[in-house]
C-alpha cells in the first residue's frame, strides 16, 4: 500500500472542505445567527481542515505520489477519507448549539453522557448528510436547541441549517470528484477515484480526459441546482432560504428540510410539482443528459435503463393512487397528488415526504420497501442497488435457464446493444449477493440491538439506511426523526449508510488483507 497517495487525497478533500464551511458560516452572519454559534460552529473545523489537510500534503506526501495511483489505492484513499470528512462535517452540530457538546449553551450544563451523546449524534447527522440519507436526529430529546420551540429543526441556527444542505450537496456527485476537478494536476488518477467514488456499476468517459467528463457530469449538476432554486424562489414564492435549501437537498437526492414538517409544512401542490420533476431527474443517468444538450436523442431514447427507471416510477405511482383510493378511502386527487410525489421521492432515494406514508395501507408499504431497495439509474445521486444490477442481474437468470434448454446455445447478455462480459456480470452478481448478506446480517444485529421495535420498523431502517433514503416505515417513518434508535444502532446505521454510498465494494476493499500489504520497493 502506498500511503502516501491516500494522505495526498485525504489531505485535497479537507482543504476543499474549508470552502463550504467558510459559506455556511456566512449565511449564519447574513441571517443574524449570534456571533458566539457562528465562531464555535465553524471556526474549529476550518482551523482542523486546514492544519491537517496542509499536514497530509506537505508531510505525508511524495513528489511522484499522484503518479503512483493504482485502483488499490484509489479504492482504499475514497473509503478512508470518507469517514474522516464526517467526523469534520460533525463538529459544527458538536461544538454548536445542535446536540450535547463540550460547549454549554442552554445554561445548564452537560453531563458526560450527554456530551457522549452528542458526538454520537452529530456524527450520524453528518453521515446522513454527506451519504445524502436525510436520516435525522435533531429532536427535542437530543437537541438543548428545542427546548420550549414548537418546531425543532427550524430553531436550529441558520448556518447550521445551511451546512447540514450543502453536505447533502457536496455527497451527492462526491466530494472527491470535485476535488478532482478543482485540484486535477494535485490528485491526478482520476478514473480509479471516481470508479471508488461515483454511484453505479460503470462510469462512462464523457470527454476524452476525466477531469473534463467531472467538469460536464459537476455542469450538469449545478445547473439543475440554480434552475430549481430560481423555480422555487421566483415561481412557488418560497423565501431565498427555503429555496436554496430545498434545492441543495434535492438534486443530490437528499431529503433534509429545513423545518419539522419538511415538504409537508408547505402543503403546496406547486412546491411538489417543482421538486417532483427535478426529483426524478436526479435518478437519470446524469451521461443522458449531457447526451440530449450534444442533441445525440437517439442514446437517450434507445437506453434500456431508463425505460425500466420510467417504468417503475409510473407503476409505483398507480399502485399508490389505487390503493390510496380503494384502500384507505382517500380522494383520488390527493392520491394522484402524493402517490407521484412518493413513488419519486422514495424511488430516487431522496425521502421527502408530502404525506406520512407510514400510515399507508400494506400493499403501498411494501411498495414503498422495494423502492428503497431497488432505487435509480446508475450513473445518476440516488442510491439503492441501481436499476442497471437488477436488470443484468435478471438478463443472467433468463440465460442460464436457456442453456438448461438449450446447453450448447451460445447467449450474450446485452445492454443498450453492447455485450456486457462475464467479468462485469460477476462483480454485478458480488454486489447483489453483497448486499443480500450485510442486509440480512444487519436484520440480526438491530434486532439485538432493539428488542423493542417490530419487524417492519427494523426492516425499514436497514433498507433506508443501505438505500440512503432517509425516512423509514413504523416508528422512524416521515414524521418521525432516528433519535429513538439507541447510540450503538445510531453508530452501526451510519456505517451502514457509509457502506451503500460507496457501493459495498469499496468499503469491502479495506478489509482485504492484501489491501494493506506492504511495498517491496518505493
Request: charged share 15%; net charge neutral.
Amino acid at each position: 500500500m502506498r500511503y502516501d497517495v491516500i494522505g495526498l487525497v485525504a489531505g485535497w478533500s479537507l482543504i476543499l472542505l474549508t470552502i463550504p464551511l467558510m459559506i455556511s458560516g456566512a449565511i449564519g452572519y447574513i441571517m443574524h445567527d449570534e456571533m458566539s454559534i457562528i465562531l464555535w460552529s465553524f471556526v474549529p473545523a476550518i482551523i482542523f481542515c486546514a492544519a491537517v489537510g496542509l499536514i497530509l500534503i506537505r508531510v505525508g506526501t511524495r513528489r511522484d505520489t499522484a503518479d503512483r495511483l493504482r485502483d488499490r489505492e484509489a479504492f482504499a484513499a475514497v473509503a478512508l477519507s470518507w469517514p474522516l470528512i464526517v467526523a469534520v462535517g460533525a463538529l459544527p452540530y458538536w461544538l454548536g448549539p445542535t446536540f450535547h457538546g463540550p460547549i454549554t449553551w442552554d445554561g445548564d450544563g452537560g453531563t458526560l453522557y450527554e456530551i457522549m451523546g452528542g458526538m454520537i449524534r452529530g456524527w450520524f447527522e453528518s453521515m446522513s448528510g454527506f451519504t445524502t440519507s436525510g436520516a435525522t436526529t435533531i429532536d427535542p430529546y437530543a437537541s438543548p436547541r428545542c427546548e420550549g420551540v414548537e418546531d425543532c429543526i427550524a430553531s436550529q441556527p441558520y448556518g447550521i441549517l445551511f451546512w447540514r444542505s450543502s453536505t447533502q450537496w457536496l455527497g451527492g456527485m462526491g466530494i472527491i470528484m470535485l476535488g478532482m476537478l478543482l485540484l486535477s494536476r494535485a490528485l491526478g488518477g482520476g478514473m480509479s477515484i471516481a470508479r471508488a467514488e461515483l454511484t453505479g456499476p460503470s462510469l462512462s468517459r464523457l470527454r476524452p480526459r476525466l477531469q473534463e467528463t467531472a467538469k460536464a457530469l459537476w455542469g450538469i449538476y449545478i445547473g439543475f441546482t440554480a434552475l430549481e432554486f430560481i423555480l422555487l424562489m421566483w415561481w412557488a414564492d418560497l423565501s431565498w432560504f427555503n429555496a436554496i435549501n430545498y434545492s441543495l437537498t434535492t438534486m443530490p437526492s437528499g431529503g433534509f428540510g429545513t423545518t419539522d414538517g419538511g415538504i409537508m409544512a408547505f402543503n403546496s401542490p406547486l412546491v411538489e410539482g417543482i421538486i417532483t420533476f427535478f426529483m426524478v431527474a436526479t435518478g437519470i443517468n446524469f451521461t443522458l443528459f449531457h447526451f440530449l444538450l450534444l442533441k445525440e436523442y437517439a442514446k437517450v431514447i434507445n437506453d434500456q435503463e431508463l425505460r425500466v427507471y420510467i417504468l417503475v416510477l409510473a407503476g409505483a405511482w398507480a399502485v399508490f393512487a389505487i390503493n390510496l383510493v380503494h384502500g384507505a378511502g382517500w380522494e383520488w386527487g390527493d392520491a394522484i397528488r402524493h402517490g407521484a410525489f412518493q413513488a419519486a421521492a422514495i424511488g430516487t432515494s431522496t425521502g421527502y415526504a408530502s404525506a406520512d406514508f407510514a400510515s399507508w395501507p400494506v400493499l403501498s408499504l411494501f411498495v414503498l420497501l422495494f423502492l428503497m431497495v431497488v432505487g435509480a439509474s446508475a450513473g445518476s445521486t440516488s442510491g439503492g442497488l441501481k436499476i442497471l444490477r437488477l436488470r443484468l442481474a435478471f438478463v443472467l437468470a433468463r440465460r442460464e435457464i436457456h442453456r438448461m434448454v438449450q446447453p450448447r446455445a451460445i447467449v450474450s447478455v446485452r445492454m443498450n446493444g453492447e455485450v456486457v462480459d462475464d467479468s462485469r456480470m460477476w462483480v454485478v452478481i458480488g454486489m447483489l449477493s453483497t448486499w443480500a448478506a450485510l442486509a440480512m446480517i444487519s436484520l440480526v444485529v438491530l434486532a439485538f440491538f432493539e428488542p423493542t421495535h417490530s419487524l417492519e420498523t427494523i426492516l425499514s431502517v436497514i433498507f433506508a439506511a443501505l438505500g440512503n433514503t432517509g425516512p423509514a416505515l413504523g416508528a422512524f417513518g416521515p414524521t418521525s426523526t432516528w433519535a429513538g434508535l439507541n447510540w450503538y444502532s445510531l453508530l452501526y446505521t451510519s456505517l451502514l449508510m457509509w457502506a451503500g454510498r460507496l457501493e459495498l465494494l469499496t468499503v469491502l476493499v479495506l478489509f482485504h488483507p492484501r489491501t494493506w500489504r506492504k511495498e517491496s520497493k518505493s
